[in-house]
């Protein structure tokens, strides 16, 4: 069992509110996600939970057990560095045992305990080399090891990929969801990179200015962003965000006119929208089409385009001059200054209020962490 | 009129002699270093200690050892001491007094070297429960070490430049014998320049001692255990 529930949790530098009351359960076995920009309190939340900072206040529960004021080590989590910190004068096998030695552990259960970690993390080869011999991944992989040998109730990984290169992230990325689904562990990882969230965890916390936008699996935060923050944050390439006006609002939809020229009815929950009442209308590049200029309301300028091989991605400009990204197929063949239409796939577009606010679908209203 | 012409006879008779007070210069360095690395290195930890009231007295106390001469605080433990009851022999004033001193520079040295030790490597060692003991025998000064080499070896051949000043308290070390041989034979030039000389030597010698060292030390570090 490894349950962690956070209550209330306030973390202040000074005067300074770095983390501002958080509430957050996280289930045994759970691979859970932080994420947000820099400076959002997503590393100190994890310092917080690991005891490497000291909480201002609110508790941090590790099954029954009250953990906000223990020490680190008697904590029973294990965490992994942004920076590894492996210990260089030491052997691959004396980083992942040295703990347990000064533990005073049987020597014979150390070294089951190390091989064991070797084997799963494909170390075995390199338990005699020191920490300058191996290369970004299997540095990683040391680090990692470092934490399964003590057998620990969490895992905590402090963006533990961003010291990597593209290619080497994805494969690392790999094999940490392969680690969790072999080792059955509870794991908690702090990353700015959202693809990284959206492709390794059970759960996505997502984090602004020191308290949680939203808390759902990555689908969810996806398809149903409770705020136009989280809408922004989640997806590559971002979600365009163009600004517009209520024509009509009730239960059964929403008409938005946007300030760049088309009218769109939107099937959302409308019932708190107020005729005149100003709206960000919010659309990702995946849900766009590009026509041609006379078959849509929509007419936009072609800026730059980029050519990915499987997509392209078209930088557009619209006649009030709010810019937007639009994903179309591999083949696409835009020029500079072009003419073209959008057509947006209005079942997956979303609405914000003043406030920023998603607007609900019927029947299905957006929750808030 | 005293002569200022080279007498290699009287140079060959008073060497032996010179080369025996060295043994009393380098045992007054190799103690008030090893006393000064234990000073520096205990400063260097009191000021990184969580109280303030700690951290301030260490830093008071290195600013005016560093802030006063050696002499001073040579005579200092020599003549003003015995009236508190503390009756030291030269040497080991010339020890105590040498120690404290260089002790006070090696302490900014060590600090300097531990602060060097990336942050990781002290929250992994919290992390992995390892006693602030283990913390920095193991862990951080292994890695410190190297970068303290060079200042440390600069800070103790100085030391050993500074011993003649230990002959203001009757120490018979090799300047001060220099010096007697001299006023007894008239002759300076002989002594002085052969003391010169063995301090010309030995400094250089541990000069590439302390470069062999650096080199030869891991840059990574090294394990204790």
Known sequence: MADLTIRNLKKSFEDI????????????????VFVGPSGCGKSTLLRLIAGLEEVSSGTIHLDDRDITDVAPAKRDLAMVF?????????????????????????????????????????????????????????????????????????????????????????????????????????MIYVTHDQVEAMTLADKVVVLNGGHIEQVGSPLELYHHPVNAFVAGFIGTPKMAFLKGKVEKADRAGVTVKLDCGPEYQL??????????????????????????????????????????????????????GETLT?????????????QVGLTPDLAHCHLFDEKGRAVPKPGAPAKAA | MIEFQWDWDFAWEVLPLLLDACKITLQATVLGSLLAIVIGLLLALLRRSKWKAVR?????????????????????LYYVAPEWGLNLSPMVTGVLALGMHYGAYLSE???????????????????????????????????????????????????????????AITLLEMLQLAKIMGSENFRYLEPFTLVGLIYLVLSLIASAGIRQAERRFPKEGFTLS
């Open chain 1, 17 to 32: 509110d770095i983390i501002k009351g958080i509430d957050l359960d996280i289930k045994d076995h759970e691979f859970v």
């Open chain 1, 82 to 186: 942004q920076t590894y910190a492996l210990y260089p004068h030491m052997t691959v096998r004396k980083n992942m045992s040295f703990a347990l030695e000064l533990a005073g552990a049987d020597k014979a259960e150390i070294n089951r305990k190390v091989d064991e970690a070797a084997q799963i993390l494909e170390l075995g080869h390199l338990l005699d080399r020191k920490p300058k011999a191996l290369s970004g991944g299997q540095r990683q992989r040391v680090a990692i090891g470092r934490s399964i040998v003590r057998h620990p109730k969490i895992f905590l990984f402090d963006e533990p990929l961003s010291n990597l290169d593209a290619a080497l992230r994805v494969q690392m990325r790999l094999e940490l969801a392969r680690l969790h689904h072999e080792l059955k562990a509870t």
């Open chain 1, 267 to 320: 099937p959302l929950d409308g019932s708190r929208l107020k005729a005149g009442e100003s709206v960000t209308f919010g659309m990702r590049p995946e849900h766009i089409e590009v026509t041609a200029a006379d078959a849509s309301p929509f007419k936009v300028t072609l800026d730059v385009t980029e050519h990915l091989g499987a997509d392209t991605f078209c930088y557009v400009k619209a006649q009030n």
């Open chain 1, 326 to 338: 639009v994903r179309a197929g591999g083949d696409y063949a835009g020029r500079f200054g072009e």
């Open chain 2, 56 to 76: 301030y007295s260490a830093y008071w106390w290195m600013e005016f050892v560093r802030s006063t001469p050696l002499l001073v605080q040579i005579y200092f």
């Open chain 2, 109 to 167: 040295v060590f600090r300097s070297g531990i602060d060097g030790v990336d942050k990781g490597q002290w929250e992994a060692s919290i992390a992995l429960n390892l006693s602030p003991y283990h913390t920095y025998r193991d862990v951080i000064l292994p890695q410190a070490l190297r970068a303290m080499i060079p200042a440390t070896g600069n800070y103790i051949i100085a030391m050993f430049k500074e011993t003649p000043q230990l002959s």
